[in-house]
């Protein structure tokens, strides 16, 4: 999975060598560092002159075991130019890896009582992270709305926690029943995550080398709405180019996500003291049709001779998965969202992202318009593929814009030829042309929401925004 990883830390390293110079314009940066008191690390850096805003960044997803060092923004460019135009910047470790929402939350609110003690009250204070710090970023202003005055998401997982651990439980259930039955391969209550991925991996390299396996494979991914576009360095394949759409849903799977949904699963279930997904009551006929990857998977069992009728009758014929209700109620407190915003969110997400998919943005939306508040909230999307993978310029031009209606109430402009323009005037933070476009994302396939202190009441209970049944 690590190879998505390594492209994007490829840019950074790129934006870097670019802006290696850069903070030599800034007179004089102040760094604080320190240590919360669960353990959790932070960094605080201050220009000077600092022009009275602060930016609480919130990182992504750390995998346990690996180093998990305090960060305050997302690539080294972005700070570069923030901090020479008077933005203090912020951010903690969080003081566990995984699935760390829990820690998460409390450890970035301490940051902002460190600042206040360290350097001062910030006249204004913006949330903002990518990944699993878009939904943590999401989660804080929910949480916490008094500690801030607008937030920008980035790549979010803004279906929140139960929604999207159990669309991921889809695209596995999917591929269990139709290409590993029989098998030791498990879906949840994973005892030993290194072997089971593994196991994962070598199945999906088998069903990869036949027509029969790759139909199949292509169900299972469009149960997940995963997108036939990898690599953020080459076009969008063609709508109906579906042979290449599913090898690149192929690298999704063998590279990004199965370590998420065979393996990383593990550590959110022993946070959670048990499984916190289910496929009870779930109809996947129905979700098949939802699928914006559909006539891709029709396409391909047409050319395998296969029955996709038949595989769609043996998914809901098959033994289903019921979820601990104790780590639901785990997963609903970590996070899951009530529309209620009441200052300007705007998010970013690329529209090629097969790890926190682009109809995550649906969630948010339908939650946030259901509580009646969507004069607040505004997306933007960027035509590229890979998770996270804005450039700098596109960073800041989303950022700037928030700012912007932060500044005269209103809106501004956010069609995409003004963003694309305002992006290239940033030069070199361009590391890849600008490529903000106009885009409206399907429905997210499995939403749970918490339309009222709890998760999905009875009154809410057919609304269409929740799967409630355990």
Same mark, same amino acid.
């Given at each position: @999975?690590?190879? @998505?990883?390594?492209?994007?830390?490829?840019?950074?390293?790129?934006?870097?060598?670019?802006?290696? $110079?850069?903070?030599?314009?800034?007179?004089?940066?102040?760094?604080?560092?320190?240590?919360?008191?669960?353990? +959790?690390?932070?960094?605080?850096?201050?220009?000077?002159?600092?022009?009275?805003?602060? #930016?609480l960044y919130s990182h992504g997803y750390v995998v346990p075991g690996?180093?998990?060092?305090? &960060?305050?923004?997302?690539?080294?460019?972005?700070?570069?130019?923030?901090?020479?135009?008077?933005?203090?910047?912020?951010?903690?470790?969080?003081?566990?890896?995984?699935?760390?929402?829990? !820690?998460?939350?409390?450890?970035?609110?301490?940051?902002?009582?460190?600042?206040?003690?360290?350097?001062?009250?910030?006249?204004?204070?913006?949330?903002?992270?990518?990944?699993?710090?878009?939904?943590?970023?999401?989660?804080?202003?929910?949480?916490?709305?008094?500690?801030?005055?607008?937030a920008l998401p980035m790549c979010g997982v803004l279906a929140g926690?139960?929604?999207?651990?159990?669309?991921?439980?889809?695209? !596995?259930?999917?591929?269990?029943?139709?290409?590993?039955?029989?098998?030791? %391969?498990? #879906?949840?209550?994973?005892?030993?995550?290194?072997?089971? #991925?593994?196991?994962?991996?070598?199945?999906?390299?088998?069903?990869? +080398?036949?027509?029969?396996?790759?139909?199949?494979?292509?169900?299972?991914?469009?149960?997940?709405?995963?997108?036939?576009?990898?690599?953020?360095?080459?076009?969008?394949?063609?709508?109906?180019?579906?042979?290449?759409?599913?090898?690149?849903?192929?690298?999704?799977?063998?590279?990004?996500?199965?370590?998420?949904?065979?393996?990383?699963?593990?550590?959110?279930?022993?946070?959670?003291?048990?499984?916190?997904?289910?496929?009870?009551?779930? /109809?996947?006929?129905?979700?098949?049709? =939802?699928?914006?990857?559909?006539? !891709?998977?029709?396409?391909?069992?047409?050319?395998?001779?296969?029955?996709?009728?038949?595989?769609?009758?043996?998914?809901?014929?098959?033994? =289903?998965?019921?979820?601990n209700q104790d780590s639901v109620e785990y997963l609903e407190q970590?996070?899951?969202?009530?529309?209620?915003?009441?200052?300007?969110?705007?998010?970013? &997400?690329?529209?090629?992202?097969?790890?926190?998919?682009?109809?995550?943005?649906?969630?948010?939306? /339908?939650?946030?318009?259901?509580?009646?508040?969507?004069?607040? %909230?505004? =997306?933007?999307?960027?035509?590229?593929?890979?998770?996270?993978?804005?450039?700098?310029?596109?960073?800041?031009?989303?950022?700037?814009?928030?700012?912007?209606? %932060?500044?005269?109430?209103?809106?501004?402009? %956010? /069609?995409?030829?003004?963003?694309?323009? !305002?992006?290239? +005037?940033?030069?070199?933070?361009?590391?890849?042309?600008?490529?903000?476009?106009?885009?409206?994302?399907?429905?997210?396939? =499995?939403?749970?929401?918490?339309? /009222?202190?709890?998760? $999905?009441?009875?009154?809410?209970?057919?609304?269409?925004?929740?799967?409630?049944?355990?």
């Amino acid at each position: @999975m690590w190879r @998505m990883t390594k492209r994007a830390f490829s840019i950074s390293a790129l934006v870097l060598t670019l802006f290696s $110079c850069a903070l030599s314009a800034v007179a004089v940066v102040t760094t604080y560092t320190g240590t919360l008191p669960d353990g +959790a690390t932070f960094l605080i850096e201050v220009p000077s002159p600092w022009n009275g805003t602060l #930016l609480l960044y919130s990182h992504g997803y750390v995998v346990p075991g690996l180093p998990n060092p305090a &960060h305050d923004v997302g690539d080294p460019a972005t700070g570069a130019f923030l901090l020479s135009n008077g933005f203090a910047l912020a951010g903690s470790s969080y003081a566990h890896t995984g699935w760390a929402i829990q !820690e998460a939350l409390p450890d970035q609110i301490a940051v902002l009582d460190a600042f206040a003690t360290l350097v001062g009250t910030p006249s204004r204070t913006i949330a903002w992270g990518h990944s699993l710090g878009g939904i943590i970023t999401a989660g804080l202003i929910q949480r916490f709305p008094d500690h801030f005055n607008a937030a920008l998401p980035m790549c979010g997982v803004l279906a929140g926690g139960v929604g999207t651990w159990n669309q991921g439980l889809d695209s !596995e259930f999917a591929f269990k029943t139709l290409l590993a039955f029989g098998t030791s %391969l498990q #879906l949840v209550n994973i005892t030993d995550p290194s072997t089971n #991925l593994l196991l994962a991996e070598s199945i999906l390299a088998s069903a990869q +080398a036949t027509p029969q396996g790759r139909a199949r494979f292509a169900l299972s991914a469009a149960l997940g709405d995963t997108p036939g576009w990898f690599d953020p360095a080459s076009p969008e394949p063609a709508a109906n180019d579906f042979a290449s759409r599913e090898v690149n849903q192929f690298l999704w799977a063998s590279e990004v996500d199965f370590p998420f949904v065979f393996a990383f699963r593990a550590e959110l279930e022993f946070r959670a003291g048990g499984n916190p997904s289910w496929n009870t009551g779930i /109809d996947y006929r129905k979700q098949f049709e =939802r699928s914006v990857d559909r006539e !891709e998977v029709r396409a391909l069992y047409k050319q395998a001779g296969l029955s996709l009728d038949a595989d769609l009758d043996a998914l809901n014929d098959a033994a =289903r998965i019921a979820a601990n209700q104790d780590s639901v109620e785990y997963l609903e407190q970590n996070i899951i969202f009530n529309g209620r915003i009441s200052f300007p969110v705007l998010t970013l &997400h690329t529209t090629g992202d097969g790890l926190v998919s682009n109809q995550n943005e649906s969630a948010y939306k /339908d939650v946030v318009d259901e509580a009646g508040n969507q004069r607040w %909230l505004r =997306r933007t999307f960027v035509h590229r593929a890979g998770h996270c993978t804005f450039t700098p310029a596109e960073t800041v031009t989303a950022l700037q814009n928030l700012i912007e209606r %932060l500044d005269y109430g209103r809106w501004p402009d %956010l /069609d995409p030829s003004t963003l694309n323009a !305002e992006a290239a +005037a940033l030069g070199p933070l361009n590391v890849a042309p600008p490529s903000f476009l106009r885009f409206n994302p399907a429905p997210f396939m =499995r939403p749970f929401v918490a339309l /009222d202190e709890r998760a $999905c009441d009875r009154e809410h209970h057919d609304s269409g925004l929740c799967n409630s049944e355990f």
